[in-house]
């Protein structure tokens, strides 16, 4: 069985500009959530999707936006890019079950200059 | 604020030799998991402690979550450079919302 992928793996932006990413689950899961890791925050929850439905959201301004499509891919935009939104983008893919077992993906890592 | 303190943030030690990595929280959760992530990858789940005073073994590392289910710790024996990584505790927020501790990163030397 496929793992959970991300697309691009890579990304540089500048400031100002927006960026949307990407991630499929693995097959037969319904849920994805998104989380941002930096060296100084660690690992934070930013959302999560569950049968095309944000179900639970995190501290982050309105600038991250996410949405899920009916074959449960999955897609975060952040608008409007900072300098410290530089960091490293999880998604992890699970079942959607209440404290299933979640997937990482490897991440995107996004550079803003 | 984390809801998840681990300790120490840094380990580097030699080849052989044993550690502890802490995980605390002033909350209580229903269940605590540990994972570890290596550059470049995701993190990948090690294990899930769920009744208080439950200690698990997974080869050399042995996980125990405390009785009163607010902390946890991950013991590794005899470690191996192999076991370089971050370390990571995390716990359940809500459903879907995982909330992780800022890590440990490992590093063992030859």
């Known amino acids: 069985k496929a793992g959970v992928t991300q697309t691009p793996r890579y990304l540089i932006k500048t400031r100002g500009q927006q960026v949307t990413l990407s991630c499929s689950p693995i097959s037969g899961h319904r849920s994805v959530s998104w989380y941002q890791q930096t060296p100084g925050q660690g690992l934070q929850f930013l959302f999560e999707y569950f049968s095309e439905t944000q179900r639970n959201k995190g501290n982050f301004p309105g600038r991250f936006s996410g949405r899920q499509f009916s074959n449960s891919r999955s897609e975060m935009n952040v608008s409007t890019l900072e300098l410290g939104d530089s960091a490293l983008y999880l998604c992890?893919?699970?079942?959607?079950?209440?404290?299933?077992?979640?997937?990482f993906g490897p991440g995107t890592r996004l550079l803003v200059l | 604020t984390q809801l998840l303190e681990q300790s120490p943030q840094f380990l580097s030690i030699q080849e052989g030799e044993n550690l502890t990595v802490y995980c605390n929280s002033s909350?209580?959760?229903?269940?605590l998991q540990w994972y570890r992530q290596e550059p470049g990858e995701g993190p990948v789940l090690l294990v899930t402690?769920?009744?208080?005073?439950e200690v698990k073994k997974l080869k050399r590392l042995t996980f125990q979550f405390g009785d009163a289910r607010k902390d946890s710790s991950l013991h590794i024996t005899a470690a191996q450079p192999g076991d370089t990584g971050l370390y990571l505790c995390?716990?359940?927020?809500?459903?879907?919302?995982?909330?992780f501790g800022q890590g440990t990163t490992l590093q063992v030397k030859p």
């Open positions: 909350s209580v959760f229903s269940s």
């Open positions: 995390a716990g359940w927020w809500a459903t879907g919302k995982l909330i």
């Open positions: 402690v769920v009744t208080g005073g």
């Open positions: 992890a893919s699970s079942f959607g079950g209440d404290q299933e077992t979640q997937y």
